[in-house]
T-cell receptor, first 115, second 114 residues
């Protein structure tokens, strides 16, 4: 069964460093998403991406964050200068569309720890 | 504004008991989608069900059933004859028809004891 894959599963970085989280969405999906879950809290929407551009973003997704689809398969989230409060599980997701086939399938997550 | 409320923070049951997880939502949209996701201890988010706002038919899938009541803005999830493997955090989520911003509830941690 096709699945969303994320690498790495766990990343530790020093405060102020740049990190790139990588995702390979399901191949026939058109919409891509990043969500964040601070430990023990709810899952929060960060950004959605369609047709090579951001379609929606939340207030969390500030200038420190950027997303890119550098080739036909990868979808990345970059955090430019990490802060301690960026420590969280980051989930990538993809969906076929936003109409009837609208469920998002999530990857297994990347746990980011900023020290 | 959209909001999903899962008032039950934690539920603990003994194996074989039935358990219902509550979800209440708020939205101004007339067309929207509701979801349930399971997050087992391993951390991934597993899709369980999607319900369209214009389809109030309840659904049963094995031991799982969902009760969607538009009149009370609720989308409750029942597990019948619970098993230890059902132990997880369960999230209810809401998404407008024409928007990609899916809002999650705070989650309900279900513990099923043997």
């Amino acid at each position: 069964e096709p699945e969303v894959t994320q690498t790495p599963s766990h990343q530790v970085t020093q405060m102020g460093q740049e990190v790139i989280l990588r995702c390979v969405p399901i191949s026939n999906h058109l919409y891509f998403y990043w969500y964040r879950q601070i430990l023990g809290q709810k899952v929060e929407f960060l950004v959605s991406f369609y047709n090579n551009e951001i379609s929606e973003k939340s207030e969390i997704f500030d200038d420190q964050f950027s997303v890119e689809r550098p080739d036909g398969s990868n979808f990345t989230l970059k955090i430019r200068s990490t802060k301690l409060e960026d420590s969280a599980m980051y989930f990538c997701a993809s969906s076929e569309g936003t109409g009837m086939n609208t469920e998002a399938f999530f990857g297994q997550g990347t746990r980011l720890t900023v020290v | 504004a959209q909001k999903v409320t899962q008032a039950q923070t934690e539920i603990s049951v003994v194996e074989k008991e039935d358990v219902t997880l509550d979800c209440v939502y708020e939205t101004r949209d007339t067309t929207y989608y509701l979801f349930w996701y399971k997050q087992p201890p391993s951390g991934e988010l597993v899709f369980l069900i999607r319900r369209n706002s214009f389809d109030e038919q309840n659904e049963i899938s094995g031991r799982y059933s969902w009760n969607f009541q538009k009149s009370t803005s609720s989308f409750n999830f029942t597990i019948t004859a619970s098993q230890v493997v059902d132990s997880a955090v369960y999230f209810c989520a809401l998404r407008p028809y024409n928007n990609n911003d899916m809002r999650f509830g705070a989650g309900t941690r279900l513990t099923v004891k043997p």
